[in-house]
């Protein structure tokens, strides 16, 4: 079983980057969807950011396309999220996920029903 941890949150300023990552203790990351979500104070989860380790092809939400990258490293079986721009609405606690071994289907990358293995979070905080 794979249990996602994340690391690499933080406070910075609006226009900074961060980058978080999200290691995988137990199983690897292989044929699934991994993905980054994250959640604001009185807001509904959302998906961010997804990648299917079988083909490396990533999935975005369009709000974040051009400032949010996610990029795996199968060596080190971590995934990546790197944040650029920040801006103050960003600020939430970021999960990383992974499904079970899938087949590759668009419309799931984004969907939280997708994801059954949770981490607990990592805050990031953006002042203006």
């Known amino acids: 079983q794979v249990q996602p941890v994340e690391s690499g949150g933080g406070s910075v300023q609006a226009g900074g980057s961060l980058r978080l990552s999200c290691a995988a203790s137990?199983?690897?990351?292989?044929?699934?969807?991994v993905g980054w979500f994250r959640q604001a104070p009185g807001k509904e989860r959302e998906g961010v950011a997804a990648?299917?380790?079988?083909?490396?092809?990533?999935y975005y939400v369009d709000s974040v396309k051009g400032r949010f990258t996610i990029s795996q490293d199968k060596g080190k079986n971590s995934v990546y999220l790197r944040i650029d721009s920040l801006k103050p609405e960003d600020t939430a606690l970021y999960y990383c996920?992974?499904?079970?071994?899938?087949?590759?289907?668009?419309?799931?990358?984004?969907?939280?029903?997708?994801?059954?293995?949770w981490g607990r979070g990592t805050q990031v905080a953006v002042s203006s």
């Open positions: 137990g199983s690897a990351y292989n044929n699934r969807f």
């Open positions: 996920a992974a499904s079970f071994p899938t087949f590759e289907d668009s419309s799931l990358a984004l969907d939280t029903d997708t994801y059954k293995h």
């Open positions: 990648v299917y380790t079988g083909s490396l092809r990533t």
